[in-house]
């Protein structure tokens, strides 16, 4: 349920209606809009009495919100999240592109594809320092040492950096060093993880599991949401369908449909969804079509011999041409 506060509902007011409907046994997050504050009620598993909210001072109404997820929806939230770190605006209407290795190799590696991406256009850097692999004798990443070769490629070219958290412990030290915190597909439903997140100091990036509905993607989004941390972008990166043409479907129609109930801001993976570099500029066209608020692309100066994801990642000038292609359907 929303408590819906009149436009001139004193901080004061608000803070008696988060008092009163924890008294009920539950909590109250303030969700300030342009006009008015609402209070977004949450931990009820069942329909909430409103009769005691509805006499008090300041407040408008109160709306039941008819999903499942609270904060995530676009009931409680009308306008669309932007998210900004530093001097980018993620959801802000220009596309946000995060472009880098799948994995930090070595620092030389790292920094070489830096400041490829960068004078491409490209506004923040990728690359794991802990990779989730499906065999457990493929490159792990260089966990730590990979975060300090991030910080370095930060103060060195001036991009943010986006780096994946494969657990509630490596999360502390990923938090630390990173500007937005991943989480992979393999772990959108590790709900210890997931709870970890929402108590991070930095944005999310929550990507969808190959196998999980909307709706369970937006769960995940509430879990880190419920937990204090707003700053969330959902990531479309394929989804395992008998369609074996591609490592994965892209699911296009995603963007739209989560748009439409949620203000959260959406961006596409196009290189895990292809598994192959020749599809990554076609689907990424696709992805602004369809109105996504970015990309996360793999690029390697050198993908053959890449120790992860090679087949999937662009070659620098490949990368290029996806910029220009990206600007010209933007512009
Ligand atoms: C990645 O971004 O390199 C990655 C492991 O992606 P996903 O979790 O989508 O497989
Ligand atoms: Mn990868």
Known sequence: MLVVMKNDATEVQVQAVIREIESLGYRGIPM???QRTAVCIIDNTGPVDDSRLLV???VKETIRVTKPYKLVSRETHPQSTVIAIGDIKIGGGKPVVMAGPCAVESEEQALTIAHLVKKCGAQVFRGGAFKPRTSPYSFQGLGEEGLKILDKVRKETGLLIVTEATDHINIEVVDQYTDIIQIGARNMQNYSLLRQAGHASK??????????????LLMSAEYIMSEGNTQVILCERGIRTFSDNMRNTLDLSAIPSIKEVSHLPI???????????DYVIPLSKGAMAVGADGLLVEVHHDPPHALSDGMQSLYPEQFGELMEEIESLTR
């Open 267 to 277: 961006i596409v993976d196009p290189s895990h969804a292809a598994g192959k570099r």
């Open 32 to 34: 300030p809009g342009t």
């Open 203 to 216: 944005p999310v990036l929550l990507k969808r599991s190959f196998a999980a509905t909307i709706d369970e």
């Open 56 to 58: 008090m001072e300041g």
